[in-house]
């Protein structure tokens, strides 16, 4: 079996900062691309960063020059680091994507509990 476990939300005032972890653990050689997603009250969840295994990125417009997705393979953690935070940006965040377990890729085909940004004005 595989987890995810996401961690490092909280609640910051707009302009501020806060780091996002995603830890992945169990059954798993490596991480492969893995996406930051974020779901307000009442709305879709939607992807806000993606990287690939190459370590290529790409952003939401809305996050774009704010947000920085990056990654340790040593550590099988994903993070999010989020900058000039706009009380848009207040959400639950959660953490996807695929692993290698060693004979192939899988998707993680469920959510953790992912972690509340909460920005105040």
């Known amino acids: 079996q595989v987890q995810l476990v996401e961690s490092g939300g909280g609640l910051v005032q707009a302009g501020g900062s806060l780091r996002l972890s995603c830890a992945a653990s169990g059954s798993l050689v490596s991480l492969n691309s893995m996406g930051w997603y974020r779901q307000a009250p009442g709305k879709q969840r939607e992807l806000v960063a993606s990287i690939t295994g190459a370590g290529s990125t790409n952003y939401a417009d809305s996050v774009k020059g704010r947000f920085i997705i990056s990654r340790d393979d040593a550590k099988k953690t994903v993070y999010l680091q989020m900058s000039s935070l706009k009380p848009e940006d207040t959400a639950v965040y959660y953490c996807?994507?695929?692993?290698?377990?060693?004979?192939?890729?899988?998707?993680?085909?469920?959510w953790g509990q992912g972690t509340q940004v909460t920005v105040s004005s």
């Open positions: 996807n994507g695929h692993y290698y377990d060693g004979s192939g890729y899988s998707l993680f085909g469920f």
